[in-house]
Structure formats: structure tokens, C-alpha cells
């Protein structure tokens, strides 16, 4: 069963630096035998449309949204089954709930975002 | 960057109604496309996949067609739950995308 669970501050300063946390279990990103299984982060602002950040593999393999590329980090810790995003330079505009999601390479539902987390809302004021 | 346009944005029917929403890409994604619904205060959950393909446990009234630029999400009867949002999500480039979504309201 595979579980995902976003963890992190809920509010932060503009200009400050955002750090998630998605810590998962059911999956490994060290011992997979899919080299394209990994985690995701999606964003949502309240009421609004799902927006996709980034994405990271076992094999270390890294994607990012275009608009929001030179904001964007991350990195895996395997011993620990997380996978962290960091958004540099937080404006009021980056409020939003921010999720991660399982995605696989191999079977059913391959390169679809299958499982998700509950997310956390984060929201970006002084 | 593949842009997906969902219409309507809201859809109003009644519950035993058929509903048709509708995703359109700007560039073809073969049939690399999902759906995905989002109850209020959860997060989205996997509906159907490659075009026409339903997830494990998804009701057999929810059905999916099209290819390359076109796709259309079916319910056939609507049931009180399923009025909520929809999303489309391409998987045929980076970076994922996402519509705007559709939004299903009692009439």
C-alpha cells in the first residue's frame, strides 16, 4: 500500500524560502526496480486549477515547470523515503495547497499520478 | 508547454443525467491523456487513463474517448457524488500539464 504525506510550514514571509517535505511509504526510491518511479509535487491554489512543479526519480532524474523553473529544487533522501521541494523568494501569489504523488513507469497506471497525499496548505503572508 | 482547455468550466445538470466534458489539447498527445477527480477538501484521484482506460474500482458509467487533440470524459447517469471537479492531465511531454478543470453542479 503505498501512502504519501506532506509536511512542512503552512505559512511563510514573502521572499522567504519554502521547504516540503513529502515523506512516502509502500515504494523506494533506492531499491525500485522501475528506474522511472518517483515522486511529484502539484500545487493548487484555493479554487483554483492544478499546476505540476516537479518531478524526481530513483535514478535522480529531475523535471521542472517551465514558468517556475529558476525557483524550483529537488532532492531525495532515500534512507528516509522523502522527497523535498524548495521555492525560493515566496510571494502571496504561491498560496496555495501543494501536493505529492506517486508515479510509476512499469504496469497499470504507468507515468499517471496514482497515489497522492492529503497536501498542505501553505500560504505566503507578512 | 502542451496547453489543455476543459469546457465548460461548470456544467449544470441533474442527477440521473448524462454529462460530456470536454479537453482539448494544443498540440496532439497521442492518447497519453487522464482524468482525474477532486472532491472538496481532498486531493485528486486517479478516474481514467490512457484516453479510455478506468482506474480500479471507477463505476463503469464513467467512461473516456478521443485521441490526439480531442477527449471527452462520458458519465452516463449522473449520481449525487459525482458532481464535483473534473481535471484532463497529459503525459505525452514535459512538462505535465493540467486544465483549468470542470466543475459539475446540481441544476
Known amino acids: 500500500q503505498i501512502t504519501l504525506k506532506e509536511s512542512g510550514p503552512t505559512l511563510v514571509k514573502p521572499t522567504q524560502t519554502l521547504t516540503l517535505t513529502c515523506t512516502f511509504s509502500g515504494f523506494s526510491l533506492r531499491t525500485s526496480r522501475d528506474s522511472g518511479e518517483g515522486v511529484n509535487w502539484i500545487r493548487q491554489p484555493p479554487g483554483k486549477a492544478l499546476q505540476w512543479l516537479a518531478f524526481?526519480?530513483?535514478?535522480?532524474?529531475?523535471r521542472f515547470s517551465t514558468s517556475l523553473r529558476s525557483r524550483l529544487a529537488i532532492t531525495k533522501d532515500t534512507s528516509k523515503n522523502q522527497v523535498v521541494l524548495t521555492v525560493t523568494n515566496m510571494d502571496p501569489e504561491d498560496t496555495a495547497t501543494y501536493f505529492c504523488a506517486h508515479r510509476r513507469s512499469i504496469g497499470t497506471y504507468a507515468y499517471y499520478l496514482d497515489y497522492w497525499g492529503q497536501g498542505i496548505l501553505v500560504t505566503v503572508s507578512s | 508547454d502542451i496547453v489543455l482547455t476543459q469546457s465548460p468550466a461548470t456544467l449544470s445538470l441533474s442527477p440521473g443525467e448524462r454529462a460530456t466534458l470536454s479537453c482539448r489539447a494544443s498540440?496532439?498527445?497521442?492518447?497519453?491523456l487522464a482524468w482525474y477527480q477532486q472532491k472538496p477538501g481532498q486531493a485528486p484521484s486517479l478516474l481514467i487513463y490512457?484516453?479510455?482506460n478506468r482506474a480500479t474500482g471507477i463505476p463503469a458509467r464513467f467512461s473516456g474517448s478521443g485521441s490526439g487533440t480531442d477527449f471527452t470524459l462520458t458519465i452516463s447517469s449522473l449520481e449525487p457524488e459525482d458532481f464535483t471537479v473534473y481535471f484532463c492531465q497529459q503525459r505525452y511531454d514535459w512538462p505535465i500539464t493540467f486544465g483549468q478543470g470542470t466543475r459539475l453542479e446540481i441544476k
Open positions: 498540440q496532439s498527445v497521442s492518447n497519453y
Open positions: 524526481i526519480n530513483r535514478d535522480d532524474v529531475k
Open positions: 490512457d484516453v479510455s
